[in-house]
């Protein structure tokens, strides 16, 4: 989540401002069709896989944002509405490198999510620095949320018998939340777990986690390069994962199937 300074500009919305974007709707609308065709085993499973957790990785991007915005919205940043950041569209909340590339980049390459949309929220309207600090709690604890969803055909025990291929995209795409939120939750500048505690710092500690905070992101990720930390962090993943009855094998035959391209 992104950090920005605007003014204020209270007055009547339109529908518009909070009604879902067609991008979003034709999300939804892919993520149903390639679910029913991993379910089905309709043509070939691998991309069907890779459509379906794309979709569904899209549109949890989308909801970890609108969470931010939302928040940011009901807690005083009227703002927030004007700029289109409650119709879920993702366009909305792009940044080239951040929202697209990135984010992209770690899934086919590491399996892991990363949420890098920009949600830029006025704090001096927000009304006390405890919102301040929920507004970025709301995206990575709507990861979680969604993950523990996601989990739940497994937990009641759906998943026995056929279907397989389709269940083996879900584990894969609860996974990709829980690294997502994992992520989001670290303590960095640039971070929502970072700023989560920003607006409690003391001026100067502030002075300095905004000189730090463009590059936060780019840092947490070249430090999941090293061997340990890249260790460490899964761990916490999987050990989050059976706490919540996710099963990892599962997940990793999610991800062999959603690299379609590698067979």
Not at 138 to 167: K, R
Not at 182 to 188: C, D, G, I, T
Not at 204 to 220: S, T, Y
């Amino acid at each position: 989540m992104s950090y920005g300074r605007y003014g204020s500009s209270v007055g009547r919305l339109p529908r518009e401002a909070f009604r879902p974007s067609a991008i979003f709707l034709g999300l939804l609308a892919l993520l149903a069709v390639s679910g029913w065709m991993a379910w089905a085993d309709y043509g070939d499973a691998r991309f069907n896989v890779f459509l379906f957790v794309a979709a569904g990785w899209t549109i949890s991007l989308c909801l970890h944002e609108y969470s931010h915005a939302l928040v940011a919205f009901k807690g005083g940043d009227d703002d927030i509405a004007h700029r289109g950041y409650l119709t879920l569209n993702p366009l909305k909340y792009s940044h080239p490198l951040l929202s697209i590339v990135l984010p992209l980049v770690f899934v086919l390459i590491g399996g892991i999510g990363l949420p890098g949309g920009a949600v830029w929220v006025n704090h001096g309207a927000i009304r006390s620095r405890f919102v301040d600090s929920l507004i970025s709690f709301a995206g990575p604890a709507m990861n979680l949320v969604l993950a523990i969803l996601l989990v739940l055909p497994f937990t009641f025990g759906l998943d026995s018998g056929e279907h397989q291929t389709f269940f083996a995209a879900l584990a894969f795409l609860a996974f990709l939340q829980l690294t997502a939120s994992v992520l989001n939750f670290v303590p960095m500048p640039g971070v929502d777990g970072g700023n989560l505690l920003y607006p409690w710092l003391s001026p100067q500690w502030q002075r300095g986690f905004n000189h730090v905070a463009p590059w936060g992101m780019l840092i947490l990720i070249a430090l999941l390069w090293s061997p340990r930390i890249n260790s460490w962090f899964f761990s916490v993943v999987y050990w989050i994962g059976d706490l919540i009855g996710l099963p990892s094998y599962q997940a990793a035959v999610g991800y062999e199937l959603f690299r379609f391209w590698d067979r």
